[in-house]
Every structure is written in structure tokens, then in C-alpha cells.
């Protein structure tokens, strides 16, 4: 995985840059470099963690937050 295919993964998982930044242990700004490929990172490791990462479940359809993703 690229670095630039860490934003498609993290917006799929419906996260902010911010809730994956603070998974991590850096800055909102660091993690954005490093997803412009600007910060050295593990980009595997980085996409692990966001695959872990739960989505935001502040729908407004009442649905459940699992419903209509495809793996």
C-alpha cells in the first residue's frame, strides 16, 4: 500500500485525520504528511492500524454502523 492509499482507507473507515493521528501518538499535521507521502512511516503498519480502527458510528440513519460495507 501507498501512502496516498492510506486516505482512500481512512475515509472508507469514515475516521478523521485527527482519531487516526491520536491512534498513533502524533500530531493531526504529522499524520497528514504522512499521508502526502511527505513523513517517513511504515505505510503497512499504518494501514493496519486504521483496518482496526472502529468507524464513527454518529449515523443519522439509526442503522447500524457495520450495515452496507463491503469488505
Known amino acids: ?4 492509499e492510506l486516505r482512500s482507507l481512512r475515509l472508507e473507515k469514515r475516521l478523521t485525520q485527527a482519531e487516526v493521528a491520536a491512534k ?3 500530531s493531526q ?3 497528514s504528511a504522512i499521508e502526502q ?3 517517513p ?11 482496526r480502527m472502529r468507524t464513527r458510528t454518529n449515523r443519522t440513519d ?6 452496507g460495507r463491503e469488505k
Open 1 to 4: 500500500m501507498r501512502a496516498s
Open 24 to 26: 498513533f501518538k502524533v
Open 29 to 31: 499535521g504529522y499524520y
Open 37 to 39: 507521502g511527505k513523513k
Open 41 to 51: 512511516t511504515e505505510v503497512a503498519e499504518a494501514a493496519k492500524i486504521v483496518n
Open 62 to 67: 439509526g442503522g447500524d454502523s457495520k450495515a
